[in-house]
């Protein structure tokens, strides 16, 4: 078997049998894989604290040929304060679920390791709405896998200075010309539309450094909502359990 060290984030730990675990993580170098981490339920095991969720560093792992082991973690960010936060943990169990969701085995998933990443530090950021990284994060995840919506020109002439409003249904901006015969535009704010705009074309690094209004925050959660709803398809569990908990609080 050959021993690789990895940068990753572990997505999820299940039990398996009466002390393992079984890790996904998400790895800048080989994208999201299994790994099998013996022992680590055993009170005194060096794998216990390293197989958490949310815990961000370096794995070394046997490669197997249908499955990894892992061996050891050096980990740099567990963020502990989501760990206190009940909200603030289903927002990451959210976002991890989603990147699941999206990532593949043996695939570049550099950006969305990099995205992840920042969005979790961006949840212990408390000058920074929750609802706003959530919106932000959706938004760039299905923009870095290939199925973002067009906001810099029009879907179906390409022109960039009339009106605009957004369709759902032909994934982006339609002008006033072209969107005759479209039934679901919205008419959006301009900077809602600046700030699709800045979320799609802006690297990751850069992401959470803004906060919008009210309003802006409104449409942007209507546009990614509909958005998610049509081209992603899938309700997710961590969702469901998230939104049950801000409606009682």
């Excluded at 680590?40 to 961000?56: E, H, I, Q």
């Excluded at 072209?178 to 992401?207: A, F, H, W």
């Excluded at 546009?223 to 309700?235: A, D, M």
């Amino acid at each position: 078997m050959n021993q690789i060290t990895v940068t990753g984030l572990v997505l999820q730990a299940a039990p398996v049998g009466e002390y393992d675990r079984r890790v996904v993580i998400l790895t800048k170098e080989r994208g999201k894989i299994a790994a099998f981490a013996r022992g680590a339920r055993r009170p005194n095991s060096a794998l216990m604290g390293v197989t958490s969720p949310f815990s961000f560093g370096e794995f070394t792992v046997y490669e197997g040929r249908t499955s990894y082991t892992l061996v050891s973690a050096s980990i740099s960010n567990y963020f502990q304060e989501l760990r206190m936060d009940v909200e603030g943990a289903y927002y990451g169990f959210y976002f991890m679920e989603l990147a699941n969701y999206y990532a593949r085995e043996a695939n570049d998933e550099t950006q969305l390791l990099k995205l992840l990443y920042q969005t979790l530090r961006a949840l212990v950021n408390p000058h920074i709405p929750n609802l706003l990284i959530r919106y932000i994060y959706e938004l760039k995840t299905v923009s870095i896998n290939g199925e973002g919506p067009q906001v810099f020109q029009c879907v179906g002439c390409g022109d960039r200075e009339r009106p605009m409003v957004f369709s759902v249904r032909r994934g982006g901006l339609l002008c006033d010309r072209c969107r005759r015969d479209v039934s679901d535009g919205m008419v959006l704010n301009p900077s809602t539309i600046y700030t699709l705009q800045y979320i799609v074309g802006t690297p990751v690094e850069k992401l959470y450094t803004f906060t919008v209004s009210d309003e802006v925050l409104r449409e942007l959660g209507k546009v990614t909502g509909r958005y998610l709803e049509t081209y992603v398809g899938k309700r997710f569990k961590s969702l469901e359990i998230l939104e049950q908990l801000t409606k009682l609080g």
